[in-house]
Each structure stands twice: as structure tokens, then as C-alpha cells.
């Protein structure tokens, strides 16, 4: 299957501790998203890289989140000091970067819980 | 900013009827549509967008949606349900002016039953 994929699938974390979260996108696709998806509400979007470059940046993305990009590939998501709040779903999401149409490409999501 | 409505929390509807699944919009310029589906413990599966052209398009599993721009609609409908379509929906739009982010109303649940 070449579809999106992500890694871990889920992570239970103490209150404090740091947590990074792995995404490969469908390969031919050069623009990737990270979106988070709390219980009963729809994805939130977080961030956006265009290949290896980071574009655009929700006000949601606080300083304790980074994401990196680095070859144009796969991408990181990291949480500095996890909070209760930061408990969810975190999903990525990959498309075509030609025109800017194209739909995004899901993959299975991370499921983050904070203790 | 952007948004979108799902009025609805959950819909249900007996299998071979026809579903709609209600969607509204607002941007400030010209919108891209999607809806997705989710099944349980399962990421988003894309299936339909409108771009421009023709306002009903036809999507996967059998779905189409309406694109309505004066009542800023994208109703998603289903001309026969099957059982197998219970799953959460969202409604997505992208406003060009905005940057490339999606925005997702709340979604709503389908509920076909036998």
C-alpha cells in the first residue's frame, strides 16, 4: 500500500514529557499538512510544507510544537513538554503540489494521550 | 476567515433510501469543496471535490454532491443508502485566499439502518 502512514499509531505520555510523531506521505506528493482532531470536531490544521520548506503555520501551532521536513520527504512533529490539552489525534495529510486543487491524501492518524 | 456548518449531528436513513447530508460554507473568494469519510479507528478517505464546472459531481461509493453557490451549499447525497455508508462525514473548504489549510465542519454521523 502505498498510501500515507504514520508513526507510532498511539502514545500514551506523562504530563511533561516530549513526544515526536513520524509521517511519510504518498511518495510523489511534495506538499504535506498536519492537522490535530479532538473528539466530536473535525481536523484542525496546524501546519503546511511545501517539499522541504514549512509555508504556513495555524496560531494553534504554539511554541512547544515543531515540525521539520528536512529532505523534502517525511516529516516530524515534535511536542515540547506535553500538556492534558495536547491529548488527540494528530493526523497528516499529503497532496499533489502542481495545482492547487488537488485533494488531500490522509493517513491513519496518532493517537496522543497525555496523564 | 473561512468556515463550514454541518447542521446536522447525525442523520439516519433506511438502507435504498436516498441520504443527503448537509453542508454550508463561507469564504471571501471562491471556495473548493471536499467531503471525506471516516470509519472507525480509520483516517479520513477522500470522496468528492468540487473545483468549477459542473455544480453536481460525482465522487466514490456511489456519492455525488451539489455545489450551490447562491445558498453556499454542498449538500452530499446518495440516491440509495447502503448499510455499509454508516461512517462520519465531513465537509471541507478550501478559500484560495486563504493559503492552502483545509477547514472542516464538525461532521455528522450517518446512521443507515436495515
Known amino acids: 500500500d502505498t498510501g500515507v502512514s504514520q508513526d507510532p499509531r498511539h502514545k500514551i505520555t506523562k504530563r511533561g514529557q516530549n513526544v515526536t510523531f513520524r509521517c511519510d506521505p504518498i511518495?510523489?506528493?511534495?506538499?504535506l499538512y498536519w492537522y490535530r482532531q479532538t473528539l466530536g470536531q473535525g481536523p484542525e490544521f496546524l501546519t503546511y510544507f511545501q517539499n522541504e520548506a514549512q509555508l504556513e503555520k495555524s496560531r494553534l501551532l504554539s511554541d512547544r510544537f515543531s515540525a521539520e521536513r528536512p529532505k523534502g520527504s517525511f516529516s516530524t512533529l515534535e511536542i515540547q513538554r506535553t500538556e492534558q490539552g495536547d491529548s488527540a489525534m494528530y493526523l497528516c495529510?499529503?497532496?499533489?503540489?502542481?495545482?492547487?486543487?488537488?485533494?488531500?491524501?490522509f493517513g491513519p492518524g496518532t493517537r496522543l494521550t497525555v496523564t | 476567515a473561512q468556515s463550514v456548518a454541518q447542521p446536522e449531528d447525525q442523520v439516519n436513513v433506511a438502507e435504498g433510501n436516498p441520504l443527503t447530508v448537509k453542508c454550508t460554507y463561507s469564504v471571501s473568494g471562491n471556495p473548493y469543496l471536499f467531503w471525506y469519510v471516516q470509519y472507525p479507528n480509520r483516517g479520513l478517505q477522500f470522496l468528492l471535490k468540487y473545483i468549477t464546472g459542473d455544480n453536481l459531481v460525482k465522487g466514490s461509493y456511489g456519492f455525488e454532491a451539489e455545489f450551490n453557490k447562491s445558498q453556499t451549499s454542498f449538500h452530499l447525497k446518495k440516491p440509495s443508502a447502503l448499510v455499509s455508508d454508516s461512517a462520519l462525514y465531513f465537509c471541507a473548504v478550501r478559500d484560495m485566499r486563504e493559503g492552502n489549510k483545509l477547514v472542516f465542519g464538525a461532521g455528522t454521523i450517518l446512521r443507515v439502518k436495515s
Open positions: 495529510a499529503s497532496s499533489l503540489g502542481s495545482g492547487s486543487s488537488y485533494e488531500q491524501y
Open positions: 511518495s510523489e506528493h511534495n506538499r
